[in-house]
């Protein structure tokens, strides 16, 4: 009896209380040392539902989710903006890291059909991550949808809802809550897959304590003899002649929203696939 019993513990699946590493699924960093600190398995859940909860938009909501979206925009799947209130600034974006190519902006014709197009997006396996702004009255059962999808399709989705829709029940895996603070932002963990209890940290969002990827190496400084090298090949200028103006490196863009096709009932989105 034992010897069934140690080997139905040793199931992946299986959480046990006292074991608070230990979730049964992969989990992305977040680049926050003092959250990762807290987080069961270091990170982020992964193929999970995550709400964000806050008072109002704009107090740091995003900047906390940018280490982690920059380092899955790196993976050759897709981040999926459903409906953001408002529109990306792309040169904000870039600076964090953020591969602007792998960026789909989804808008539908009608507002109803905003969470079938989350749904669509998490269970099709081409979105790392699905970002939306849902209403206020979306229904558990919705909620349980959207969860059942992000595990589906192996994609983390990220609900960011009011700080009202705290009392209410979810089947996310992660609960957050963000309070700004002068200088820091509080965050109060509701509910935590894999954690014994509710807690607070304080971060730093302006100043992540570890990153979330390491920089490409084209981005580092050239050593002093790439430097000498780059001089010699350096064309001369001949005497009176004007130097050629430095070409301007073009502004990052996002890509044009995603196109949807529609029916009399309902839009159809039209998800892209690439070859990986």
């Not at 709400?51 to 920059?70: K, V």
């Not at 079938?116 to 081409?126: F, Y």
Request: hydrophobic share 40%.
């Amino acid at each position: 009896m034992n010897d069934a019993l140690n080997q139905l513990l040793q199931e992946p699946g299986i959480w046990r209380a006292a074991d608070n590493q230990h979730t049964g699924q992969r989990h992305i960093p977040s680049g926050f040392a003092e959250l990762d600190g807290v987080l069961p398995g270091g990170g982020w859940p992964d193929a999970a539902l995550t709400e964000l909860l806050h008072a109002h938009s704009g107090i740091g909501e995003l900047r906390l989710l940018m280490p982690a979206l920059a380092r899955l925009s790196r993976s050759g799947r897709w981040i999926a903006l459903v409906a953001p209130p408002h529109v990306p600034y792309a040169p904000a974006l870039a600076a964090q890291g953020v591969d602007l190519s792998r960026i789909l902006l989804v808008h539908s014709r009608e507002g109803r059909d905003n969470l079938w197009a989350v749904e669509q997006a998490l269970r099709s396996g081409t979105c790392a991550a699905v970002l939306a702004w849902p209403a206020a009255d979306i229904t558990g059962q919705q909620l349980r949808r959207l969860q059942l999808a992000a595990e589906a399709g192996q994609s983390w989705g990220i609900l960011l809802r009011h700080s009202a829709c705290a009392a209410q029940t979810s089947p996310a895996a992660l609960r957050l809550e963000l309070v700004s603070e002068l200088e820091t932002t509080r965050l109060k963990l509701i509910k935590c897959r894999g954690s014994l209890g509710r807690q607070e940290i304080m971060v730093n969002l302006d100043r992540p304590r570890t990153r979330a990827m390491p920089l490409p190496v084209s981005t580092l400084a050239p050593s002093p003899r790439a430097l000498a090298g780059q001089r010699r090949n350096w064309p001369r200028q001949r005497p009176g002649t004007r130097p050629a103006r430095p070409q301007q490196e073009p502004q990052p863009q996002l890509p044009l929203p995603l196109e949807t096709t529609g029916s009399d009932t309902r839009n159809r989105l039209r998800l892209v696939r690439q070859q990986q």
